[in-house]
């Protein structure tokens, strides 16, 4: 374990991506080549930019476990040929046939790659809300990717996942108990994280980030996310944790960039408010401390602005 130890040591330090960084893989649609951060935990890290024909929508983590009876892929990626991609290089490490995907919301790079996995007859969990929300948006999601992706969306359709769930579902395989959490609101409608109990391993996906800058959506309540993150996400106690986006970490990375950016943003937003600040000038509070992240130039005013919305009616 000691290599283990000294791989923590480093990524316990400030370690963050960069939107110019070239494609790490040339020669596959993945961005990066699946590494494997603890045994038979795997995960191809996605750019921390957002998605474009340059990463093929590749800017998230998808990630596999190979639990000895089968194989379990968390996101069914933003395409068709992602999805294919991941697969191949699953084989290459493994002859377990895999036997599940999870979708770690509705979002098109949790959820057009499903496509290919539903070619492959492979079944497809998501949270009754997030396949709620792909029926609803996934023609519009798809023509998203289409628009950015061009030649590279061939072969992607519209595949909802094939089982949903509420709010826990088991998954008891080979060498591992795999649980699937609906801990609560947070970053979009049906965000699940996929908790392996005995490697203390949270596959944390949207509820959790920290090498860019976190977005907020129109129907991301800031406070709900916090309640969520305080009260269950805190609870597991987890000692890996690999997030939606970016390499995986700590708890103390995931905490300082997630939790602790929205009570700073909800501070300075609420300062704002008490000394009669309107929206126009709410956008450009300060988010210095956070202006290292990627994605900060596209995300924080944005994230300011819907952050006042919200807490203009608490």
């Known amino acids: 374990m000691k ?3 000294l791989f923590l040591s480093v990524i316990a330090l400030p370690a963050f991506g960069s939107e110019e960084i070239a494609d790490q893989y040339p020669g596959s649609a993945l ?10 935990v795997w995960s191809a890290i996605g750019a921390t930019a957002p998605p474009t024909y340059e990463n093929t929508g590749h800017n998230n983590n998808l990630s596999f476990i190979v639990t000895g009876d089968g194989v379990v892929v968390v ?8 999805a294919k991609a991941l697969h191949e290089e699953i084989k290459k490490i493994t002859d377990q046939p895999v036997k599940l995907v999870i979708d770690e919301n509705g979002q098109g790079h949790a959820m057009l790659g499903n496509s290919y996995w539903a070619d492959q007859n492979v079944p497809i969990l998501a949270h009754v809300d997030a396949a709620a929300e792909f029926e609803e948006y996934g023609a519009q ?9 061009r030649d590279k969306a061939e ?6 996942p094939t089982e949903t769930f509420e709010d826990k579902y088991i998954i008891e395989m080979g060498d591992f108990r795999i649980e ?3 801990l609560g609101p947070a970053h979009s409608p049906g965000d699940i994280s996929v908790w392996l109990p005995e490697q203390s391993l949270v596959i944390a996906g949207d509820m959790a980030f920290h090498e860019r800058m976190l977005p907020i959506f129109e129907h991301t309540y800031t406070a709900d996310w916090l309640e969520t993150w305080d009260n269950e996400f805190e609870a597991l106690n987890a000692t890996y944790v690999i997030p939606g986006h970016g390499h995986p970490t700590n708890m103390d990375q995931v905490r300082r960039y997630t939790r602790d950016y929205l009570i700073y943003l909800r501070g300075k937003i609420g300062e704002h408010l008490d000394a009669g600040g309107d929206l126009a000038d709410a956008y450009y509070v300060d988010q210095s401390p956070f202006a290292h992240l990627d994605t900060f130039e596209e995300l924080a005013t944005r994230n300011a ?5 919200q807490m203009e009616f608490e």
Not at 31 to 40: A, L, R
Not at 141 to 149: C, D, P, S, T
């Open 141 to 149: 999601i798809l023509a998203g990717m289409e628009r950015y992706n």
């Open 31 to 40: 961005y990066q080549k699946p590494v494997e951060f603890i045994p038979n």
């Open 305 to 309: 602005g819907r952050v006042y919305e």
């Open 75 to 82: 996101n069914g990626g933003a395409a068709y040929v992602l």
């Open 155 to 160: 072969g992607t359709y519209l595949a909802g």
């Open 180 to 182: 699937v959490l609906y």
């Open 3 to 5: 290599w283990l130890a």
